[in-house]
C-alpha cells in the first residue's frame, strides 16, 4: 500500500514535471524534456531534407515548413512514436525524397548493390589479369617486363 | 574469343549510356517531387471553416464528388498569379474549388478574397501549418484532384495554367463534366 502510493506519487511528480518542461520549452522547439529524446530528436532533423531548399536538412534550414516539420517531428515524439513510424509518416506525406539516406526497398535495391557488383567484377577481372601473367612469367622466366609488373 | 573481348568494353559503355540516360529522364525538374498520396485517400481532417466561423469544413462533407484541393497563401505570390484561372474554374461549374488558406491570417485571406474574387466553395483554414505537412505540401500554390471516393487521382505543383487545366485536370474527370472552362482566351 505504502509502495502504491509512493509510486503514484513519483508518477504525479514526473507527469508534473513533463507538462512544466514541456511548457517551458513550447517557445524554443529545439528543446526535448529529456536527453534521450534531443538525442533522438537531432538525429531526426539532421536525417530529413527540407522540401523548400533540397540541399538542406530540416535541422539548417530557416524556412517556415522546416519549422513547422520539427514541431511535427517534436510532437510525434512527445507522444511516443518510435523514429521508424515517424520516418514512415514523412515518407508517406512526400515520399522517399524526404529521406538523405535512402531505404533499402526494391526501388532502391540497385542503388545499394551496385557498388559491391562493380568490385567484384573489378577483383574477378584483376584476379584473372594477375594469373594470366603470373603464368606468362612462369612460362617465360626471362621475360623481365612481364615478371616487374 | 578475341574478337568477343575487343566488344566487352562497348556493351559495358553502352550500358552505361542507358542508365545515365534513364537517370537523366526520370529526374526532369527537381521543383517537381511526385506526390506518394496519388490513389491513396486523401488526408482526413476538420478544420476551422473561413468564412463562416464558427463551422467547420471536413473531408466527411466533401465525399461523394469530385474537387479540387487547392492549398494557397496570401503571403504567396503565384497564387495570386493563378487567382484568375481559379475563378475561371468556379465560373465553369465543372468542378468545385476546395481551398486550403496555409499559414495565413484569416483577416489577411478574407479581405484578399473580397478583393481578388473568391473562387472557392468553402474554404478551410490551417494557421500553424500541419495540416499541408499532412498533404505532403511545400509550396504554394499545389492541387490536388480527388475523386468521389475521397482518393487523391492528380496532384498539380505551381499555378494553374490554361494548359495544365486542359490537358491534365479535364481529362481525368469523367465525360458527363463539361470542358466549359476556359474556352475563352
Not at chain 1, 2 to 17: M, T, W
Not at chain 2, 136 to 150: I, K, R, S
Not at chain 2, 154 to 162: A, D, H, L
Amino acid at each position: 500500500m505504502r509502495i502504491r502510493a509512493g509510486r503514484l506519487l513519483l508518477a504525479a511528480l514526473c507527469a508534473s514535471l513533463l507538462l512544466g518542461v514541456s511548457a517551458a520549452y513550447a517557445i524554443a522547439p529545439t528543446r526535448m524534456p529529456t536527453p534521450q529524446l534531443e538525442a533522438r530528436y537531432l538525429d531526426l532533423i539532421h536525417g530529413f531534407r527540407c522540401m523548400q531548399c533540397q540541399d538542406e536538412s530540416l535541422a539548417d534550414s530557416p524556412v517556415d515548413l522546416a519549422a513547422d516539420m520539427r514541431r511535427e517531428i517534436r510532437d510525434l515524439l512527445l507522444a511516443g512514436k518510435t523514429d521508424q513510424q515517424i520516418r514512415d509518416f514523412m515518407v508517406s506525406r512526400y515520399g522517399y525524397f524526404i529521406l538523405f539516406k535512402p531505404p533499402f526497398v526494391l526501388g532502391t535495391a540497385w542503388l545499394w548493390l551496385a557498388p559491391g557488383v562493380i568490385l567484384l567484377v573489378g577483383t574477378v577481372v584483376a584476379v584473372g589479369v594477375i594469373r594470366k601473367r603470373a603464368a606468362i612469367a612462369a612460362t617465360d622466366p626471362r621475360d623481365d617486363d612481364l615478371t616487374d609488373a | 574469343m578475341s574478337r568477343l573481348r575487343f566488344i566487352i568494353p562497348l556493351v559495358v559503355f553502352a550500358l552505361l549510356v542507358a542508365v545515365l540516360g534513364i537517370g537523366i529522364r526520370q529526374s526532369p525538374d527537381k521543383n517537381i517531387i511526385p506526390s506518394p498520396l496519388i490513389g491513396k485517400p486523401a488526408p482526413a481532417f476538420s478544420l476551422p471553416n473561413l468564412i463562416e466561423p464558427g463551422q467547420r469544413v471536413s473531408t466527411a462533407q466533401l465525399r461523394g464528388h469530385w474537387y479540387l484541393f487547392n492549398i494557397w497563401g496570401t503571403w504567396c505570390v503565384e497564387c495570386r498569379v493563378e487567382q484568375p484561372m481559379l475563378l475561371k474554374i468556379k465560373q465553369s461549374g465543372v468542378i468545385p474549388l476546395v481551398g486550403l488558406d496555409w499559414r495565413d491570417d484569416p483577416n489577411d485571406a478574407l479581405s484578399y478574397l473580397k478583393q481578388e474574387g473568391d473562387p472557392y466553395e468553402t474554404i478551410a483554414v490551417d494557421q500553424d501549418g500541419s495540416e499541408a505537412i499532412m498533404w505532403g505540401a511545400y509550396g504554394a500554390p499545389e492541387t490536388f484532384l480527388v475523386n468521389p471516393q475521397g482518393i487523391v487521382v492528380y496532384k498539380y505543383i505551381g499555378p494553374i495554367t490554361e494548359e495544365a487545366w486542359q490537358r491534365e485536370i479535364l481529362p481525368r474527370l469523367p465525360l458527363a463534366s463539361t470542358p466549359a472552362a476556359g474556352s475563352s482566351s
